[in-house]
């Protein structure tokens, strides 16, 4: 469980600030940490009163909706700007925003910052940048 949950926090992080609005980006990234810990001190709590399997069972559920609401969501207008889909990218922003805004100038900031992200290293070149 804590592999898993060191594998998914820093993108859960990363999907929060590619979505939000600049004004908001900081503390919504910085409230997932926060979160997480106190999902940890409730499951700690729920296992010292429930058997381990009970305390399971109790928590099962939150993931289960989690991944069904996330099913229906769309990506990150990053990640369709960096795959070259950008009419995906613009009803990505439009459903974060809503179509009342105007995000024009939004999709130009993302579009520059992926044009600018064009180096591709392998995974050991990465590591030996570090």
Same mark, same amino acid.
């Given at each position: ?7 998914y &926090? +820093?993108?859960? @992080?990363?999907?929060?600030? =590619?979505? $939000? ?7 919504? &990234?910085?409230?997932t940490? +926060? ?7 409730l ?8 058997p381990?399997?009970l305390?399971?069972?109790?928590? $099962? *559920?939150? *993931?289960?909706?989690?991944?069904? $609401? ?6 990150? *207008? ?33 579009? #520059?910052?992926?044009?600018? =992200? $064009? #180096?591709?290293?392998?995974?050991? @070149? ?5």
């Open positions: 469980a804590g592999f898993a949950a060191a594998g &926090s +820093p993108n859960i @992080q990363i999907y929060v600030a =590619e979505i $939000t609005q600049t004004k908001h980006r900081g503390w919504l &990234s910085a409230l940490v +926060p979160i997480m810990a106190i999902g940890v001190l499951m700690y709590t729920i296992g010292s009163w429930l381990w399997h305390a399971a069972a109790v928590c $099962t *559920p939150v *993931p289960c909706m989690m991944a069904v $609401t996330l099913s229906f969501s769309y990506d990150s *207008p990053y990640w369709y700007f960096h795959i070259g889909k950008e009419k995906s990218a613009h009803s990505a922003i439009e459903q974060f925003r809503g179509s009342d805004c105007n995000v024009v100038s939004e999709v130009f900031q993302i579009q #520059e910052h992926v044009r600018g =992200e $064009t #180096e591709e290293i392998s995974f050991l @070149q990465g590591v030996a940048k570090i």
